[in-house]
């Protein structure tokens, strides 16, 4: 078979389930390579990556010479660089595009659904969306089509419902394929807390329940999934956040904002300079940093002067930038 087999350097494997408890590695780029260390800033992985990404399912993709692979916490090589591009894991398994086709493996290294399909996205609730010729159907975790192809595009599932377009439109279908939302949104993006963000005709954004019923009206000029109990929307040029009842938590005074994680939410400000906002509204970290990612296990990744550290809760350098 043309893509029966995957290059595999050493059978050990690490599973999130059994290791959820360890410490987050974080990747640091140390003189343009991209290597490890840990909360601490002490180097675990030594830097040798051209581009490394955060661990999921307890392998990290990394890029060497134009190829992606991934590597394990002690920093060995799970599956060597093979791949134009690749994923993080999710429900255990990773896309991968080898050739223009992308297919899935698993954390043991081996391809579990063989390179077949022109596009790929994670799995959840046990299926994955993929593109065969022009058209989105849904495969599970044996590569078995659970729904036909069949749509313009489709996203992930989430709670049970997945985003997909009909023609100009988008719906929700459920696990068995059935259209339990019709399309009739412009945009539609992922559930969480029982809602759903989607944008009408009339270029406003609103929030639906699992019977595509307005729990929030169409208000926003944009809007996206709840995080840790708020969303973030946009209200002209400005953001802020609201709660699943559609009261504002945080009034609209940023240029820019991203989801809230542990706690914190990165956000804009007027100096165009990025700061943490907490669930009240306080700005916990004042806006210092050209650029600011989510917290993850305590430490949020920031850019200063054009490179890159990570701060903790009390915005406190923990892990000097690094170029």
């Not at 920093?75 to 223009?100: N, T, Y």
């Not at 049970?160 to 100009?168: D, N, W, Y």
């Not at 990025?274 to 305590?298: D, K, S, T, Y």
Request: charged fraction near 20%; proline fraction near 6%.
């Amino acid at each position: 078979m043309r893509y029966g087999w995957l290059c595999v350097l050493s059978s050990f494997f690490v599973c999130i389930d059994l290791h959820a408890k360890e410490p987050t590695l974080y990747p640091v780029t140390m003189g343009g390579r991209v290597g490890y260390v840990n909360s601490q800033g002490k180097i675990l992985i030594n830097p040798q990556f051209d581009q490394g990404r955060p661990f999921s399912g307890g392998l990290a993709a990394v890029r060497l010479e134009r190829r992606w692979g991934f590597i394990n916490r002690e920093g060995r090589l799970v599956v060597i660089p093979q791949f134009e591009s690749a994923g993080d894991f999710s429900a255990g398994l990773a896309w991968v595009e080898l050739e223009d086709l992308y297919g899935f493996v698993d954390p043991q290294g081996r391809l579990a659904i063989v390179p077949q399909f022109k596009g790929a996205g994670d799995f959840r609730d046990g299926l994955a969306p993929v593109r065969v010729g022009d058209l989105w159907g849904f495969v599970d975790a044996k590569g078995t089509l659970a729904i036909n192809p069949q749509f313009e595009d489709a996203q992930p599932f989430s709670q049970g419902l997945a985003a997909v377009k009909v023609g100009s439109a988008w719906g929700y279908v459920d696990k068995t394929g059935k259209l339990v939302i019709i399309p009739q949104f412009e945009t539609a993006r992922a559930f969480a807390a029982g809602l759903a963000p989607v944008e009408t005709a009339s270029d406003r954004f609103g929030f639906i329940n699992r019977r595509g019923e307005f729990v929030i009206p169409p208000q926003f000029d944009d809007a996206y999934p709840f995080a840790e109990g708020l969303a973030r929307v946009r209200l002209g040029s400005l953001w802020g956040y609201i709660n699943t009842k559609g009261t504002y938590a945080i009034n609209p005074q940023f240029e820019s904002a991203g989801d809230f994680s542990e706690g914190f939410a990165p956000v804009e400000a007027s100096n165009d300079r990025w700061g943490f906002v907490n669930a009240q509204g306080v700005l916990a970290i004042a806006p210092q940093f050209e650029q600011a990612e989510n917290f993850r296990g305590g430490l949020a990744r920031v850019e200063v002067d054009d490179r890159w550290g990570y701060v903790d809760t009390s915005g406190r350098l923990v892990i000097n930038p690094t170029k």
